[in-house]
């Protein structure tokens, strides 16, 4: 037994050691990466809630004093900054979207996967393709398209050209070359059309990407400023990173309305991870796995 415990011992201490250094350079690598991010979402829920004259103030002051809510206040009681209208409308655009996105993206997706139908590889490969494209050089066709169709300023304008998402139907079509087609021919014998087998038997199979395509498809249209502001120019139809811009331009240049808007557009997606914490990483892990 002693000879045993001298053999193991030096190992197991070469073992810990080892792992002791490969946490503490972890630590290292991640720990600043970790204050690079957090660092200014502190600084600017702290200059939310501090007064206008101190917000230039140096060094920073990490807790108000005094801490105020003038910046929410001016924000909620100014007619010409309707951010509650604001907020309605990035949550729509960012809630149905998503839903869209999800549900066309997985039913294209099973498509690719499971349906033969001619020219299936060419399409599949021009949608690849168009991934390659910058988006600037869409930018004015898509927007005339809108305008000829008499969809700007409405919650079409975001919903349809979003709903596109090549990126999402590759995603779906991978998960679902994962599923063994043996469980769709049992349900074919059981009598079970090909929607009912896409809508009971698939769907269930693939949540994992689907949690990852939600996610990435709410987060996306929810901080989405570019295509906003080229498609929404009436005020009540703005969407809230839109409707920041219009707080720090004109008579609102102000850094304490700035923050206090930033502050009300972040808490929705920080509620939002804490809540789905667990199925946003289950979801993000299963999205690197694909059927082939």
């Known amino acids: 037994m002693t000879t045993l415990t001298r053999v193991s011992s030096p190992s197991a201490r070469r073992r810990i050691s ?3 250094w490969r946490s503490l350079g972890m630590w290292l690598i991640f720990l600043p990466l970790a204050l690079v991010v957090v660092i200014p979402v502190l600084y600017m829920f702290s200059m939310a809630f ?11 002051e990490w807790i108000p004093n005094p801490v105020t809510f003038s910046n929410f206040t001016k924000i909620f009681v100014d007619p010409q900054l309707p951010i ?6 990035s949550l729509i655009i960012a809630t149905v979207g998503t839903g869209i996105i999800v549900f066309l993206s997985s039913l294209s997706g099973y498509a690719f996967a499971r349906l033969e139908f001619p020219g299936k590889n060419l399409l599949f490969s021009l949608l690849l393709f168009s991934l390659m494209i910058p988006a600037a050089v869409t930018l004015i066709p898509a927007f005339l398209l809108l305008r000829d169709l008499k969809l700007l300023n409405t919650y079409h304008a975001i919903w349809w050209p979003a709903a596109a998402s ?3 139907i590759f995603l779906m079509r991978q998960h679902f070359y994962s599923i063994p087609v043996e469980l769709e021919d049992a349900a074919r014998v059981d009598g079970a059309n090909r929607f009912r087998i896409y809508w009971q038997i698939c769907l269930p199979l693939v949540r994992g990407a689907m949690v990852a395509l ?3 498809a709410f987060l996306g249209l929810w901080n989405d400023l570019f295509w906003p502001l080229i498609v929404l120019s009436e005020r009540a139809a703005l969407t809230l990173p839109v409707g920041l811009l219009v707080i720090q331009q004109g008579s609102y240049i102000q850094r304490g309305l700035a923050f206090a808007g930033a502050f009300i557009a972040s808490v929705p997606v920080l509620v ?5 914490q667990r199925k946003i990483i289950a979801g993000i892990t299963t999205a690197g796995l694909a059927g082939r």
């Open 18 to 20: 080892k792992e002791f």
């Open 214 to 216: 939600f996610i990435f």
């Open 272 to 276: 939002f991870y804490a809540f789905f």
């Open 50 to 60: 501090t007064l206008e004259a101190n917000q230039l103030k140096f060094p920073i």
């Open 84 to 89: 509650v209208r604001w907020f309605t409308n």
């Open 166 to 168: 090549v990126t999402g």
